[in-house]
C-alpha cells in the first residue's frame, strides 16, 4: 500500500516556474519509479515525466522535454517536478503516480502505475 500527496501547484504567469512535489509514504520508495501525469479540463489524463527508482533514468513527453525535470530524493522519500517557462497548454491538475506489484512494466503509460495522489492545480496565464 502507497499513499501519495502532491503540493506545491499554483498560479503562474506563462514563462513562469512552478516545482511541485509528491510525497510518498507505505513502502520503500526507492525501490520502485515513479511519473507525474497531468489532466486538463475536458481531456484525458495524459504522461508527462518519469524515473526510474535510482534515478538514473528519466522520461518526458515530447511537450514537455526540455522545460520540465523530474528528480527524486529517495531519502525524503519525494519526488519533484520543476516545471519551468509555463505555457497556458500546461494548466492542468497534475498527479503523482507509483506502480504497484501488479503494474504493468511501463515508464510512460497508465497501465504502469497503479497509486495516485489526489493532485496539484496547475494554473497559468496568459
Known amino acids: 500500500q502507497v499513499q501519495l500527496v502532491e503540493s506545491g501547484g499554483g498560479l503562474v504567469q506563462a514563462g513562469g516556474s512552478l516545482r511541485p512535489s509528491c510525497a510518498a509514504s507505505?513502502?520503500?520508495?526507492?525501490?520502485?519509479?515513479m511519473a507525474w501525469f497531468r489532466q486538463a479540463p475536458g481531456k484525458e489524463r495524459e504522461f508527462v515525466a518519469a524515473?526510474?527508482?535510482?534515478?538514473?533514468?528519466?522520461y518526458y513527453s515530447d511537450s514537455v522535454k526540455g522545460r520540465f525535470t523530474i528528480s527524486r530524493e529517495n531519502a525524503k522519500n519525494t519526488v519533484y517536478l520543476q516545471m519551468n517557462n509555463l505555457k497556458p497548454e500546461d494548466m492542468a491538475v497534475y498527479y503523482c503516480?507509483?506502480?504497484?506489484?501488479?503494474?504493468?512494466?511501463?515508464?510512460?503509460?497508465?497501465?504502469?502505475?497503479?497509486?495516485w495522489g489526489q493532485g496539484t492545480q496547475v494554473t497559468v496565464s496568459s
Open positions: 503516480a507509483a506502480p504497484s506489484s501488479k503494474s504493468a512494466r511501463t515508464m510512460t503509460t497508465m497501465s504502469g502505475y497503479d497509486y
Open positions: 507505505g513502502r520503500t520508495f526507492s525501490t520502485y519509479r
Open positions: 524515473i526510474s527508482s535510482s534515478g538514473g533514468d528519466t
